[in-house]
């Protein structure tokens, strides 16, 4: 969904129900839906809102999939492309993290909620807090039963630290 700067003319609240591209190296599960609110000053658009979508995971430690719900609440300021025009670098200050840029008088919503998707979505996702992983010897799941497998020995290249530690 794009929007045409010059046409705001009042605030806007719009309800909002993108599908969300695998593109994105994500794997929906659900459309992105949530709420926009969009005013606009001059040429500064003013974005607030929130987004939620249902994802498909990889936990991270045991390797199964599982589906989480990525929740995005978002404050942004739009500015013209052609406010930087001639600047050949632009130094960003500490309340310029949420700042955008748009061209050719549109915005393109869906790019923006994407990125607030992205930008909250799990780095390290997990299924659960205490999930166990796998067994690193024998590759079984210890979310689902225990293995008997030996804790792995020393490196016998590494052998010889176990003897400093003794002597002090």
Request: proline residues 7%; negative net charge; aromatic residues 4%.
């Amino acid at each position: 969904m794009k929007i045409t700067v010059s046409e705001i003319e009042a605030p806007l609240s719009l309800p909002v129900s993108e599908p969300v591209g695998e593109d994105s190296g994500l794997i929906p599960l659900t459309p992105a839906t949530g709420r926009i609110d969009i005013t606009r000053t001059g040429p500064e658009v003013h974005i607030t809102g929130h987004v939620e979508v249902t994802i498909r995971q990889v936990c991270s430690r045991c390797l199964d999939d599982f589906s989480q719900t990525v929740h995005s609440e978002f404050d942004l300021l739009y500015l013209p492309a052609e406010a930087l025009r001639g600047e050949t670098s632009h130094e960003l200050h500490r309340d310029e993290g949420t700042v955008g840029f748009y061209r050719n008088d549109q915005i393109d919503i869906s790019d923006i909620l994407r990125e607030q998707i992205l930008l909250n979505t799990p780095m390290k996702p997990l299924c659960s807090e205490n999930c166990s992983g796998i067994c690193p010897t024998c590759g079984k799941n210890l979310n689902e039963d225990s293995c008997n497998c030996m804790p792995q020995t020393i490196d016998s290249r590494f052998q010889i630290l176990k003897t400093l530690r003794k002597e002090h």
